[in-house]
C-alpha cells in the first residue's frame, strides 16, 4: 500500500489544501504533511468506524492540527477551501458517482486525482466528457492488483482525446516505463483470453477487440523503437 501511497502523494501539487476523499486510515493526510506536501489536510469518509481508525492515527502521528476529520458523503460536507482531491482505491464507478453527485463542486477544484482499481478507460472517457485535460497519470502495481491514477483539471480550451489516448493514456503513452509496459502486457494478455471464451460479436466484444489492437499496436511499435536504440 505504501508504494500506491506514495504515487498519490507525489502527484499532488505542493502547498494545496488537500481533501482525501475515502480516507480509510488517514494513511495518505498524513503522508502529505510528514512530507510537506501540505499543511492542510481533509480526511473524509462517509463511515464513521474509518473515520474512528484515522484519528488513531492522526494522534499518533502528532498531525490534530494538520488533519481535519470530515464526516461526508463524496463532497457534501468537504469545506470550500479545498483545493486538491484525492478519490483513491475504489472502482471507476463509485468515482464517477462521487464526482457527477456535485458537478458544481467537483468543477471548483483546481485539481482533482482518481486513482482506481479497474477500468482506467472509462474514467478518461469521463474526464474527456465533462471538459477536463489530463495533466499526470501514473500507473502502479501492487499486491498483484494494478491501480491506475489520473490527475486532471478544468480545460480552458476544449481537448480531443483520440481513441488511442483513451486506451493507453494520453500522458503515460509519450513515456513508457517498464512499469507501465509491463501493465500494458498483462492487459493484452488477458484480453486476448476473454476474446478467446467469446463467439458473440456484441458491442462489448468489439470494444475489448478495439482496445487489445490498440494495445497490441503500441507494444510492437515500442519494441521496434527500442531495438532500433539499441542498434
Not at 504515487?7 to 505542493?14: C, E, H, I, Q, T
Not at 464507478?93 to 471548483?108: E, K, P, V
Not at 490527475?151 to 513515456?175: C, N, R
Request: glycine share 4%; with cysteine; charged share 25%.
Amino acid at each position: 500500500m505504501m508504494k500506491r501511497l506514495q504515487v498519490l502523494a507525489d502527484m499532488v501539487p505542493s502547498g494545496l489544501v488537500t481533501a482525501d476523499i475515502g480516507t480509510d486510515h488517514a494513511w495518505l493526510p498524513v503522508l502529505l504533511v510528514k512530507q510537506h506536501k501540505a499543511e492542510k489536510v481533509y480526511a473524509c469518509d462517509i463511515r464513521k468506524g474509518p473515520l474512528h481508525q484515522a484519528a488513531a492515527n492522526i494522534v499518533t502521528n502528532h498531525m490534530k492540527k494538520e488533519i481535519t476529520l470530515v464526516l461526508s458523503n463524496g463532497f457534501a460536507n468537504v469545506p470550500q477551501d479545498a483545493q486538491c482531491a484525492v478519490i483513491a482505491g475504489m472502482g471507476v464507478h463509485t468515482i464517477i458517482s462521487i464526482l457527477d453527485a456535485d458537478a458544481d463542486r467537483t468543477a471548483q477544484f483546481a485539481i482533482l486525482i482518481t486513482e482506481a482499481n479497474d477500468d482506467p478507460i472509462a474514467m478518461r472517457q469521463w474526464i474527456a466528457a465533462k471538459g477536463y485535460r489530463i495533466t499526470d497519470e501514473r500507473v502502479v502495481s501492487e499486491n498483484r492488483h494494478d491501480y491506475t491514477a489520473i490527475a486532471f483539471v478544468p480545460a480552458k480550451t476544449e481537448v480531443h482525446y483520440s481513441q488511442s489516448d483513451l486506451v493507453l493514456g494520453p500522458i503515460l503513452s509519450q513515456h513508457p516505463d517498464e512499469e507501465y509496459t509491463a501493465y500494458l502486457k498483462r492487459r493484452t494478455h488477458k484480453l486476448h483470453h476473454i476474446l478467446s471464451l467469446r463467439k458473440d460479436e456484441s458491442a462489448d466484444t468489439k470494444k475489448l477487440q478495439v482496445e487489445a489492437s490498440i494495445i497490441d499496436a503500441f507494444l510492437q511499435d515500442t519494441n521496434n523503437k527500442q531495438q532500433k536504440a539499441g542498434a
